[in-house]
């Protein structure tokens, strides 16, 4: 199995909190990816990063942001947690673009 | 419409049985990749094909580039063979658009 943890892996909390959720990786991929799975939805790209401290934006970045500083870490923050936020996130990790990814064991997020 | 399409949503069947779980996409990709959701929730990533064919012990992918359909096979299924089995189509370099998975459970 790749090296990949999430914490934490499950967390309640209130709407308006800042929430972080951290990836890290002991595969030295150069790219990471925050993934949302919802009931009727398949897994939708939050951000990914291409490198250290580069990073772009998926399909539903909206009220989050993200940073990477260094390799192996990868941070998910949600400014002020809203009700929709509600998921389970999986963080990804792949050796190049067009690789194939490899997922971590996933957080769950209820916001109250 | 979904830009990713499987089928069907849910399949139950008993062990043995031969299972097949389809997947028609709408845009052009790169490549097609079919992943495993255990109950548990841990995402695997089961093949990664372009073209053609691939076989992994009783699981089996195949393409059709043409008709836009890739297709995962079971050959002798068994209960720990239960998961959620989910299509993802690529696109350019790094996105990845996820069908809906199929709910897949093999009774005894």
């Known amino acids: 199995d790749a090296g990949i943890t999430q914490s934490p892996r499950h967390k309640v909390t209130e709407t308006g909190t800042p929430v972080t959720l951290r990836c890290h990786q002991t595969?030295?991929?150069?790219?990471m990816y925050w993934y949302r799975q919802d009931p009727g939805h398949g897994l939708r790209l939050i951000h990914y990063?291409?490198?250290?401290?580069?990073?772009d934006k998926g399909e539903v970045s909206d009220g989050y942001s993200v940073s990477r500083s260094k390799t192996e870490d990868f941070l998910l923050t949600l400014e002020s947690a809203t009700s929709s936020q509600t998921s389970v996130y999986f963080c990804?990790?792949?050796?190049?673009?067009?690789?194939?990814?490899?997922f971590g064991p996933g957080t769950r997020l209820t916001v109250t | 419409k979904n830009e990713v399409e499987q089928s069907p949503q849910n399949l139950t069947a008993q062990e043995g049985e031969f299972i097949t779980i389809n997947c028609s996409y709408s845009?052009?990709?790169?490549?097609l990749h079919w992943l495993q959701q255990h109950p548990g929730g841990g995402i695997v990533s089961l093949f990664m094909?372009?073209?053609g064919k691939k076989k992994h012990g009783r699981l089996i992918a195949t393409i059709n580039i043409q008709e836009k359909h890739s297709s995962l096979h079971i050959t002798a299924s068994h209960p720990r063979d239960s998961a959620v089995y989910i299509c993802?189509?690529?696109?350019?370099?790094?996105?990845?658009?996820f069908g809906q998975g199929t709910r897949l459970t093999i009774n005894p």
């Open positions: 993802a189509v690529r696109q350019g370099a790094q996105k990845l658009v």
């Open positions: 845009v052009g990709i790169s490549a």
């Open positions: 990804a990790i792949s050796e190049a673009g067009a690789y194939e990814q490899y």
């Open positions: 595969e030295n991929h150069r790219y």
């Open positions: 094909l372009s073209s």
């Open positions: 990063s291409y490198g250290v401290k580069d990073t």
